[in-house]
């Protein structure tokens, strides 16, 4: 089994910038394709972004699109999301998630992972 732990969540005023991590332990090295997905309060998981082993190929929800960037250090089994000109909608609590998949797929989008973090939670104030 693979353990992901998210980290770098916080309390932020709008317009500010957070950098999540994710770290990966266990059998990381099973696992290609890696994402960040939230939840905000009273609504489903959404995705926000994707990025292939290589880190070559970047996925966004439209929401993101712009503002965030997703990348990873696979010498650190470590994915990051950069979060830019932060909004209070984008308050929720952030998950990485990681599959053994090799290709980005609709169905990661999906939330369809084999490995889930437990989550760190961003709160941005108006």
């Known amino acids: 089994q693979a353990q992901l732990v998210e980290s770098g969540g916080g309390l932020v005023q709008a317009g500010a910038s957070l950098r999540l991590s994710c770290a990966a332990s266990?059998?990381?090295?099973?696992?290609?394709?890696m994402g960040w997905f939230r939840q905000a309060p009273g609504k489903e998981r959404e995705f926000v972004a994707g990025?292939?082993?290589?880190?070559?190929?970047?996925y966004y929800a439209d929401s993101v699109k712009g503002r965030f960037t997703i990348s990873r250090d696979n010498a650190r089994n470590t994915v990051y999301l950069q979060m830019n000109s932060l909004t209070p909608e984008d308050t929720a609590v952030y998950y990485c998630?990681?599959?053994?998949?090799?290709?980005?797929?609709?169905?990661?989008?999906?939330?369809?992972?084999?490995?889930w973090g437990k989550g760190t939670l961003v709160t941005v104030s108006s």
């Open positions: 266990g059998r990381s090295f099973s696992i290609y394709v």
């Open positions: 990025i292939s082993w290589s880190g070559g190929s970047t």
């Open positions: 998630a990681g599959d053994r998949r090799p290709s980005f797929s609709v169905s990661h989008k999906l939330g369809g992972m084999d490995y």
